[in-house]
């Protein structure tokens, strides 16, 4: 069973960059595609990005110009760097595992970060 | 891309149905067979009920189905139970640009 497990700080101040890594176990990285994906305090689901194995990646185009995404295959986890960062960011982030046809199949317990000074 | 519109909330007794439905466009739910449901219980995270449509994963009750037409998919749950409380989002392709664009959730209450 694949589980994935997000891990970064919980709090970020504004105007700063926000970093978490994602690890992936009980499977590879190789041959998925793999997502974030964030959740506002009682809000719905958004998409941020994704990455193939091999560093291929895709971009909200609404946050294109904050993210980076990495993969360490060596470790079998990857990454978001999100910049710039302000209250509406505030979020719990997810990752997520797609294995094609664009739909998620497992997906991490979520950690909230919150953007405060 | 906007958000694909669902219903703020639906409900229903035990054993009776419920169907919600997701609706966006010719560049997303109607351009593709590639619309997913998730069932997202407070505080955990989503869980695919239906992928592709209309295909459920292993272990999924075949209470959970899903269809679609035109702009427009749905999902039906039938013989509601009290653990199928829970939150719904429907999700789809939209374009190598914006592969996944989510639904703005639904809250399914079981009276």
């Known amino acids: 069973q694949v589980q994935l497990q997000e891990s970064g700080p919980g709090l970020v101040k504004p105007s700063e960059t926000l970093s978490l890594t994602c690890a992936v176990s009980?499977?590879?990285?190789?041959?998925?595609?793999w997502n974030w994906v964030r959740q506002p305090p009682g809000k719905g689901l958004e998409w941020i990005a994704e990455i193939y194995h091999s560093g291929i990646t895709n971009y909200n185009p609404s946050l294109k110009s904050r993210i980076t995404m990495s993969v360490d295959k060596s470790k079998n986890q990857f990454s978001l760097k999100l910049t710039s960062v302000t209250a509406a960011d505030t979020a719990v982030y997810y990752c997520?595992?797609?294995?094609?046809?664009?739909?998620?199949?497992?997906w991490g317990r979520g950690t909230l970060v919150t953007v405060s000074s | 891309q906007s958000a694909l519109t669902q219903p703020p909330s639906a409900s229903g007794s035990p054993g009776q149905s419920v169907t919600i439905s997701c609706t966006g466009t010719?560049?997303?739910?109607?351009?593709?067979?590639?619309v997913s449901w998730y069932q997202q219980h407070p505080g955990k995270a989503p869980k695919v009920i239906i992928y592709e449509v209309s295909k459920r994963p292993s272990g999924v009750p075949d209470r959970f189905s899903g269809s679609k037409s035109g702009n427009t998919a749905s999902l039906t749950v039938s013989g509601l139970q009290a653990e199928d409380e829970a939150d719904y989002y429907c999700?789809?392709?939209?374009?190598?640009?914006?592969?996944?664009?989510f639904g703005t959730g639904t809250k399914v209450t079981v009276l």
């Open positions: 999700s789809s392709h939209a374009g190598s640009n914006n592969p996944f664009v």
């Open positions: 009980g499977g590879s990285i190789i041959n998925n595609w």
């Open positions: 997520a595992r797609s294995p094609g046809s664009w739909f998620y199949d497992f």
């Open positions: 010719s560049s997303d739910v109607g351009g593709y067979n590639y």
